[in-house]
């Protein structure tokens, strides 16, 4: 028998890394340093986005409930979001945002591109999308990166603390949800520990370029995708209000 | 006319220039009895102009007398700006718009105005989704180009 609730508990994942990016990401609409960098940051999360809602619908299908993108995305309490640690946290300062970006979106082109291949062709097709915008957030993200580990004293103190703070919430990446790996479903659900050299090949260069040093970190992360830190809750809160407020709303 | 041709002849909102099968997005346009199904892709997964462009197809196929329209989005295969037809890329650089490259050959962009190719970019990312800014440093002018993907 097909494990149909995990992969849709896997999907979900995927979309929500998706989802609470964009909303992060929004946040700095208007008020980014510079107004192609607020032009930059609304077009990745609008790419985010996009990913997020079809994945969503996709979950809601798996489930067999009938709920759609925006009950998933506007009805679901905190402990129902499936998305890492990472991605939930404040915006912090530029740096902060850039090497959350570099981090996630690393981790998401290789997703991506192992994902073609699955034996789920709606994921598959996602994927063979999204990979061509991930390049593209990896490469606007790297550039920052390197720009102010490598630039002034003080943006290099800043982007070394960014990635400092940020290191340690990298290790969930790739962790296997204990949720998801205890059935087969091998062939659709990639293991994201295989993903983990290539994704620090690629890190470690773009710090090597930043004059950055790599966090000799190596706290694992506890529980799974259903476990969040506080900054989920407020982000939430701002994200669903007017939905909760005026239930169906639309304009 | 035929009814794809109705449908081909819809314009994409944010490249006003361009239509849809211009652009490379409109899939198929299938008539069964009286029900006819577009099958359309998005140019990026977060493509805002999807239900206008909908909206479009629908209201270009009622005044054609169809009432029974499903507009079907499909993703498979990747829209790639290589669908963008060679009329299509013409009609962009008349507007002022520098068309893409082609996705694996990645050549200077060229000023859509004065044609110049001391170009330089100001940022990856322009006024929508599938644009990034640049600017001629022969004429100074600033224009929009349409990224390789």
């Known amino acids: 028998m097909r494990p149909v609730g995990y992969v849709a508990k896997y999907v979900l994942g995927l979309a929500d890394d998706a989802l609470i990016t964009a909303q992060r990401l929004g946040e700095w609409c208007s008020r980014a340093p510079e107004m192609e960098e607020d032009i930059a940051l609304a077009n990745i999360a609008l790419d985010q ?40 946290l404040d915006n912090g300062d530029f740096a902060v945002t850039m090497a959350k970006l570099l981090f996630l979106s690393v981790y998401q082109r290789l997703l991506y591109d192992r994902s073609i291949g699955v034996g789920d062709e709606r994921i ?12 593209y957030h990896v490469d606007h993200s790297s550039r920052w990166v ?28 790739f962790a296997m949800d204990p949720d998801v790996r205890a059935l087969d479903v091998a062939g659709v659900v990639i293991d994201p520990s295989t993903l983990r050299a290539a994704w620090l090949e690629t890190i470690d260069a773009v710090l090597a370029e930043a004059t950055l040093t790599r ?9 799974g995708r259903s476990v969040h830190t506080e900054a989920l809750a407020t982000l939430l809160a701002d994200m669903q209000v007017l939905h909760r407020a005026h239930p169906g709303v639309h304009w | 006319m035929t009814l794809f041709d109705v449908v081909a002849a819809v314009k994409d909102p944010e490249l006003r220039v361009l239509n849809l099968a211009e652009l490379g997005i409109l899939r198929d346009v299938a008539v069964d009895g009286d029900a006819v199904t577009v099958t359309i892709t998005p140019t990026y997964s977060g493509c805002p102009a999807m239900d206008m462009i909908r909206a479009d197809i629908e209201s270009a196929l009622h005044d054609a007398g169809v009432a029974d329209v499903t507009v079907r989005t499909v993703l498979d295969p990747p829209w790639s700006t290589d669908m963008i037809s060679d009329e299509g890329r013409s009609k962009l650089a008349a507007a002022g718009i520098a068309p893409p490259g082609r996705v694996l050959l990645q050549i200077s962009m060229r000023c859509p105005r004065c044609g110049s190719p001391a170009t330089e970019q100001l940022s990856r990312f322009g006024s929508t989704a599938c644009k990034s800014l640049w600017r001629c440093t022969s004429c100074l002018e600033p224009f929009d180009a349409v990224k390789a993907i």
């Open chain 1, 49 to 88: 986005l996009g990913v997020a809602r079809m994945l969503l619908s996709y979950a809601g299908e798996l489930q067999g409930q009938g709920r759609t993108e925006d009950d998933l995305a506007y009805l679901r309490s905190e402990h129902e979001f499936r998305n890492v640690r990472l991605v939930e």
């Open chain 1, 124 to 135: 598959a097709a996602v994927a063979a999308k999204a990979r061509k915008e991930s390049a």
């Open chain 1, 146 to 173: 390197v720009r102010l580990g490598d630039g002034t004293d003080e943006s290099h103190s800043r982007m070394q603390a960014a990635v400092d703070h940020m290191w340690p919430y990298t290790h969930q990446l």
């Open chain 1, 215 to 223: 966090p000799a970190s190596v706290d694992e992360p506890t529980g």
